[in-house]
């Protein structure tokens, strides 16, 4: 049995209301944090190994480092967009246990001299704003927020700012411009945010699940953290499965949990005791994996090895009734509909590719195709300010490289290679 | 009729301002708030937004343009929209949204004709564990299959449930 490092509702059902999450060694961390150096307080996430859960697998610790050390304003936002297709963690820390996000966040402004931090949440989360923010107020009522906090001389405010509706505000420099009222449209690094971010101040972007860690690291100490899951990769991690499984949910598991005991164990299998034919293991951008991956362990290190990503953690089943290019026309289809039209390689590139798989689907692929393909990708990775166009060619490009006899088949026969296949385009 | 934020909304909107060093940042919540007292972001609702914060209206008008959550145009008294990213597609909503789209008949982003329904697909709305998903306003409805989805369109056609 692991240990619950985030989902606390599974040791206490009430653990969203103040006074049960203090219960459970709640805002501990913080009172630990307050008393000691900030330098320390980094020091220590450095020392656990946390690496960002939003996708990057960034050392949390290194990047709240990079933060001047200087007197001016400085600003610490919570990435809560959660727009990654089959991404759907963040939200249950926020609505279950939200406390733990503000504990954190008010260690991390501590640690970083940040006195202002925001939550910046997809609007679509509309209802997980107005919960989060009842315990924000909660907070500011027992004085874990606002002036003076624990007495300590230490300031932190915290807002949540709701996003409308753009899958690029979750990457950090979309998001700043996003909070600065503007289009998500990313910004060129450098400056990066920790010397220019929002406002034009100091500003670190870090994951809700990565922020969510911090409050038990201090409390516990780096070591406990690093008795967690393999070297470098350490801590707990929240795998949501979605697609093809029984049981298909968010599950607290040590980092590094083999990728078939999340599929069939904690997510109950696969559907109609059907063969699982493809996994994306970390959200719509992971290049594609196959059954014969299914021993993998599921962390930063070895889903690299393996030539894709753990990403966000979301894994997402497809059996064999699923047609490869029809999945992938539509995840084509989502990156064209999102790129923010900024960088012409990506504007370009992502519908064309969304048009060719679409037109190989319907039958009107043609010879050549497949390679126009990997010349589009060749033609968008590496080329654009943000990650999105480099997102789109990973995922792309992972089907092509592992389906590839799936896409020649419909461009030769003018159909597909799945027969009674789920309907999941047009 | 000229649209004009209540002076209650133009006391929350200078509530909001104070969250932040620069007005500007106002943009979103105050554009959210248009859409929910005048149904949607109308060039005259830009208009309104852009005076209530001292800013261009090319600038308001930009940021209405490029976020999804802004109705450019009125939508129905609920407006449904129907996740039809992988997750949901893999578990089935391919065949709500058609059947819905033949059921409501009528054209995506159009009001039915009893002005009840906008149909609309949508990107993952990060509810892919409860797929497949429906959003209809703010509030979302998971795990749905054909039969429930029929049942919510007549219990919201009936009025016994409201959102």
Known sequence: ?426 | MALRFTDQDMKEIEAICQLYPDKKAATLPALHLAQKRFGFISEEAIRVVADALELPVAHVMGVATFYTMYNKKAVGKYHVQVCTNISCALMGSREIFQHLKRKLDVDLGEITKDGLFTLQEVECLGSCGTAPTIQINEQYFENMTVEKTDALIESLKKGEIDV
């Open chain 1, 1 to 426: 049995m692991s240990e619950y490092v985030l989902f606390k509702q599974l040791i206490d059902p009430d653990v969203r209301e103040l006074n049960h999450y203090i219960k459970l060694g709640g805002y501990e961390g913080l009172k630990k944090a307050l008393e000691m150096d900030p330098t320390a307080v980094v020091e220590e996430v450095k020392k656990s190994n946390l690496r960002g859960r939003g996708g990057a697998g960034f050392p949390c610790g290194l990047k709240w480092s990079f933060m001047p050390k200087d007197d001016r304003q400085k600003y610490f936002l919570c990435n809560a967009d959660e727009g990654e297709p089959g991404t759907f963690k963040d939200r249950y820390i926020m609505s279950e246990n939200p406390h733990q996000l503000i504990e954190g966040m008010v260690i991390g402004g501590f640690a970083m001299g940040a006195s202002v931090g925001y939550i910046y949440i997809r609007g679509e989360f509309k209802f997980i704003a107005d919960q989060l923010q009842k315990a924000v107020d909660e907070a500011y009522a027992a004085g874990y927020l606002g002036e003076n906090i624990l007495g300590s001389g230490f300031n932190f405010e915290l807002y949540l700012h709701l996003g409308a509706g753009a899958y690029i505000c979750g990457e950090e420099t979309g998001m700043i411009q996003s909070l600065e009222g503007c289009t998500g449209q990313p910004r060129l690094k450098p400056p990066f945010p920790a010397q220019v971010g929002v406002f034009g101040k100091p500003t670190t972007v870090n994951n809700v699940e990565t922020i969510a860690c911090v409050p038990d690291i201090i409390r516990k100490g780096a070591n406990w953290f690093l008795t967690i899951g393999p070297e470098r990769n350490n801590g707990t991690k929240i795998y949501a499965v979605s697609g093809h499984v029984n049981n298909p949910g968010v599950f607290e598991l040590p980092m590094g949990t083999p990728l078939r005991e999340i599929i069939f164990e904690h997510a109950g299998g696969i559907l109609d005791g059907k063969k699982v034919k493809a996994i994306i293991p970390g959200g719509s951008s992971a290049p594609v994996l196959g059954p014969e991956h299914l021993d993998i362990a599921m962390d930063f290190d070895s889903l690299k090895e393996a030539g894709s990503m753990l990403g966000s953690g979301a894994i997402i089943v497809m059996h064999e009734d699923t047609c490869i290019v029809e999945a992938f026309a539509r995840l084509a289809d989502f990156y064209a509909h999102e790129s923010c039209g900024q960088c012409t390689p990506c504007r370009e590139g992502t519908p064309w590719m969304a048009q060719i798989i679409r037109n190989i689907e319907n039958g009107d692929g043609r010879e050549g195709d497949i390679e126009l393909l990997y010349d589009i990708c060749v033609k968008i990775i590496g080329r654009t300010i943000c990650p999105l166009g480099d997102a789109a060619v990973f995922c792309v490009k992972g089907a092509l490289d592992r389906f590839r006899d799936e896409f020649e088949y419909h461009i030769q026969h003018k159909k597909c290679l799945v027969e009674n296949k789920v309907a999941i385009y047009g």
